[in-house]
């Protein structure tokens, strides 16, 4: 049976949330395999709005296993409050239907403290735009070998040790940046308290996917961010602290690279990014605003306006080969219902140079000029539409030229955030 990893292909905030809800239908199991917190997903379905940030999209529906796996940071009591959210709208969330991998690193309080001072610290220019959640500081723990992972919670003279790891490495930091030393008690109290609300879910993942694949059942493999934030392929460092791309499902969840069968890109019909870094097409005028505007620009984890600009078929042809996009998942097209005049970014201008791609430096990242082709727009809405038929003529022309300019086909298109306002053109289940 076909498995299938949905990854963002821009800066993130693509609409995966509603894609992978879409898709869940027919999955048996949706695995988060990268990421923390720091990423969100909104889902609307039937007029209810649930806004997730560390369960996996499939959680809302029911009869499926959603699983968070090792390649994840995990803030315990970050999970606990958005499950009982979740909980109060409806939503039966139990170990049978929520499962996360033991090996799965935890984010502590002292992560976010680091992560905040840290940015506070940074001189202008430098500031990566963390969401200050603790996400980087976790990863470097589990690069490290300190982290302190969900089966530690199991044994109290584990979790001791690992805490006394961390506080060696952590403690002159803080001294360093004008923090107070860590409570090691009230640190060790607190993982005491939640250890019984998380080990209840804990089991090893790696071996309930490895069963559930060899007897048939379907795996959505849902991706936080986007590629543009991948710590080696991304806008460096303007970036997120775990590897976003398509290959990380395998290494995220303990599957391998075999359960793949297709790869799901989800792109914006135009532009955007929240926070800091180079953003080529991005638009400081009144076509930024309209968009920002209309397609309600702002972040569900941080609430931050996101910058906009105009569709960069460019950096998503980059992003296509960097994960192996089998499709792409066009979101937001109706947003640019109402404009005469579109315009795609090409190639980009670098002193006088012309590049098919987007440079790895980050001075030339900053320096690069778009290319622009223009395109004619439409007055049509095409907001609701379920089929070719229903979209304007010059909407599926701009569909169709960024296919050629991203040499990757569109998969699928959607026209709202309501689930099922998606035209289907190629299924990505199909056996």
């Not at 996009?325 to 404009?339: E, M, R």
């Not at 005469?340 to 002193?351: E, F, M």
């Not at 320096?367 to 439409?378: A, D």
Request: glycine share 10%; with cysteine; aromatic share 6%.
């Amino acid at each position: 049976m076909a498995n299938v990893v949905v990854v963002g292909a821009q800066w993130g905030d693509e609409g995966k949330g509603k894609i992978v809800d879409w898709l869940s239908e027919r999955a048996d199991v949706i695995a988060r395999f990268q990421g923390g917190h720091n990423a969100g997903h909104t889902l609307v379905i039937d007029g209810n709005v649930y806004k997730l940030h560390a369960l996996p999209s499939g959680v809302v529906r029911g009869g499926k296993l959603s699983v968070i796996g090792n390649g994840v940071v995990l803030d315990p009591w970050h999970l606990m409050n958005e499950i009982e959210t979740v909980r109060a709208q409806g939503v039966e969330i139990t170990p049978e239907t929520l499962m996360i991998a033991e090996n799965t690193p935890l984010i502590l309080p002292i992560h976010g403290e680091l992560d905040r001072a840290r940015e506070e610290a940074a001189s202008k220019g430098t500031k990566i735009g963390t969401t200050g959640r603790g996400i980087g500081p976790c990863y470097e723990d589990k690069v490290g070998r300190r982290a302190i992972r969900v089966a530690d919670l199991a044994d109290d003279a584990t979790l001791e040790a690992r805490v006394d790891r961390a506080l060696q490495h952590h403690d002159p930091l803080r001294k360093g940046l004008g923090i107070a030393p860590i409570d090691r008690d009230a640190l060790i109290a607190q993982l005491r308290e939640i250890a019984p609300k998380i080990l209840p879910y804990a089991a090893p993942v790696w071996k309930e996917l490895s069963e559930r694949r060899r007897a048939g059942q379907r795996v959505l493999f849902e991706g936080a961010q986007g590629a543009l934030l991948d710590i080696d392929f991304g806008t460096y460092p303007f970036v997120t602290s775990s590897n976003v791309i398509a290959g990380q499902a395998a290494t995220g969840t303990g599957l391998g690279p075999t359960a793949i069968d297709f790869v799901l890109g989800i792109v914006k019909a135009y532009t955007t990014r929240v926070g800091e870094g180079p953003f080529p097409t991005e638009l400081d005028d009144a076509d930024g605003q309209r968009l920002g505007e209309r397609g309600h620009e702002f972040g569900t984890t941080t609430g931050r306006k996101r910058r906009c600009g105009w569709f960069d078929a460019t950096i998503v042809r980059q992003t296509c080969a960097t994960s192996g996009v089998s499709g792409i998942a066009l979101t937001k097209l109706d947003v640019l219902d109402g404009f005469d005049t579109l315009k795609i970014c090409v190639g980009y201008d670098l002193d006088g140079e012309r590049l098919d791609y987007l440079p790895t430096a980050a001075d030339q990242q900053a320096r690069v000029v778009p290319i622009y082709e223009e395109i004619e727009g439409w007055s049509d809405s095409t907001a609701g539409a379920r089929s070719w038929a229903d979209l304007p003529a010059a909407a599926i022309k701009y569909v169709r030229r960024i296919e050629e300019l991203i040499q990757c086909p569109v998969a699928l298109v959607s026209t709202s955030p309501e689930r099922d306002d998606t035209i289907l053109v190629t299924d990505p289940f199909a056996d």
